[in-house]
Every structure is written in structure tokens, then in C-alpha cells.
């Protein structure tokens, strides 16, 4: 456990609730709402374990400086990154929509990691947060499996983490991209990572092995 860090991605109210960004390119939030449960109760034993826990969280300033026009610009959304919106300026650091969901919040001790693109450590201080406490095993939860989720994993692999993806603690907008997702990862003897359920981990902290 002294190696290891459980990332959380982006478990934002902009990607989990209606009225966010995630709703507004047209998807239907139902199928993220749905691992709060399996997500909260390996928060609650990795806690109890002592281990190291990471937040992320997708935004951008206020003036959007750090929001490629490519971003903003992609697809036909209802709301674009930095309007208004039911939950405030979409997308944005401070507003409502952009804060963790309630069931998840971080609590004092864990790292929250404020991040520009889909990838946890681009433009970010992850890497040198990590490096720092020695860390070098990473458990992935979060949303969405194939954009931020795939995308973060991805980088850490290449940054020489092993990498473990929750399978139930991870959801996407399109069931299929997260099946899809979950075989590619851990297809070729695991080229990025490996998979496992809630209730394989959880048991696992509660009797660690030597
Ligand atoms: N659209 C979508 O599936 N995801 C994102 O835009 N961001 C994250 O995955 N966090």
C-alpha cells in the first residue's frame, strides 16, 4: 500500500448529472450515476487501509486560456465549455457542475489534481506528486472508460506505473466503448493494464498478502 494510489477521474457533477457537459453532447447520464455505490465502497476501504488517494478533476480557468478552440469548438453541443448552464459555466473551475459528486467527495490528506485535457498528468502535477511519495501502482476508477479514464491510464503506463482498472468503478456513456475499452487494455498480456471487480480489490485490502 505504501506504493500504491487509487485514482479517481473526474467523478465530476458536469459528467454524473443531468443539466452538465456530459448531458449537453447528448448523452444519458444514468449508466455513470450508477458506480457511485461500487466507486464509494473501495474509497471507503482503500481509506481505511491507509492508502493514498487521488481526484481528478477536468476544467478549465474561467478565461478558458487553457481550452484549445479544438475542444470548444468539437461537435454540435447543446452547451459548449465555459456557458452557462443549469450547474454554471460548463466545464469551468469553481462552478457547481465542475465539483466532485457529494458521495465522493475528497476528504483532507488526498490529492486533487485539476486537469485541462482527458489525460490526468498532461499540464499537471501529477507525476511529480507521485514520484514524491514513491509510488509507482496505480488503481484507476472513474468516468468516462474510454476518453479520461483510457486516456490517463494510457500516459501512466508509459510513465512505467502498473496500472489496475476497477471494472465496475469505471462506466461509459456507450456500454460498448467501455467493453471495448476493458479488452484492449488488458489484451496482449495486459499491453496496459489489468481489470478487476470491486469486490476482488475490496477483499483484497481487507487481507493483504505479504
Ligand atoms: N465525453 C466523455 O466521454 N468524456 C469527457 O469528456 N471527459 C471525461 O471522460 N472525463
Known sequence: MAHAALVIIDMQRDFVEPGGFGASLGNDVTPLQAIIPAIRGVLQAW?????????????????????????????????????????????????????????????EGELVIDKPGKGAFYRTPLQAELQSRGITQLVFMGVTTEVCVQTSMREANDRGYECLLVEDGTASYFPEFKAATLAMLTAQGAIVGWTAASAELIEALRHPTP
Not at 480557468?61 to 470548444?72: E, G, H, N, W, Y
Not at 461537435?75 to 469551468?92: K, Q, T, W
Request: hydrophobic share 35%; with cysteine.
Open 47 to 107: 481509506r481505511a487501509a491507509g492508502g493514498f488517494v487521488v481526484h481528478t478533476r477536468e476544467g478549465h480557468l474561467p478565461d478558458l486560456s487553457d481550452c484549445p478552440p479544438a475542444k470548444r469548438e468539437r461537435g454540435h453541443p447543446s452547451l459548449r465549455i465555459g456557458d452557462a448552464g443549469p450547474m454554471g459555466r460548463v466545464l469551468v473551475i469553481g462552478e457547481p457542475g465542475h465539483s466532485i459528486v457529494p458521495e465522493l467527495m475528497p476528504i
